[in-house]
Each structure stands twice: as C-alpha cells, then as structure tokens.
C-alpha cells in the first residue's frame, strides 16, 4: 500500500483556482484495470484506488500517512506562470497575430 501526497492541478473545464489549495492523499493502483466480460467497462477488484483524502497542508496529510504507517511520496506543486492581459488587448491596432480568419 504506498500513497501519492500532491496539490490537484486546476482541471480544463476551469479558469479559477477553486480546489487547488488542499493537499490530497491517494493510494496507488494494486492492480491493473481489466475490462469486463460482460459490459467491457474497465474495473478491477481493488477498493483502495476509491479513496481520496484531502487535507489543508502538506503536513498534516504527511501527519496521517506517518500515523497509520503507509509509505508515501510528496510531488511538489509546480508554479504557473500567469499572462495577464486586458481584454481590451485583444482588439488592439498593433496586435502581432491577426484576430479574424
């Protein structure tokens, strides 16, 4: 049983930072997905892979996987860096790219 501890990366669907802050702690496969005879969806008997545990920091989700005695590895956020720009300059005369097909 060994634990990934990571900060969730924004998803496509969405432009703000909702949900980005909380560390989350989740264990790692035990076994590979399999399809299903019947309907083909893709499962497998492993019950640990439904749990995700979220915490405020890093140290607290550190806390629990050191108190319940399951190995872990922490993956550090990467920072993004962030264009701003007015809207307003995306209509301006001196633009590089054009803005119309």
Do not use: C
Not at 61 to 84: L, M, S
Request: charge should be positive; proline fraction near 6%; aromatic fraction near 12%.
């Amino acid at each position: 049983m060994f634990a990934r501890i990571y900060q969730p990366s924004r998803t496509a669907m969405q432009s703000g930072r909702a949900r980005t802050k909380d560390w989350v702690l989740e264990f790692e496969p035990a076994q590979a997905k399999r399809p299903d005879p019947l309907m083909g969806w893709a499962g497998s008997g492993d019950t640990r892979r439904q749990v995700h545990l979220s915490f405020d920091t890093r140290d607290e989700a550190v806390a629990y996987a050191k108190r319940y005695g399951i190995p872990f590895q922490i993956r550090e956020a990467r920072e993004t860096t962030r264009r701003i720009k007015s809207y307003a300059s995306n209509f301006a005369a001196d633009r590089k790219e054009p803005w119309s097909h």
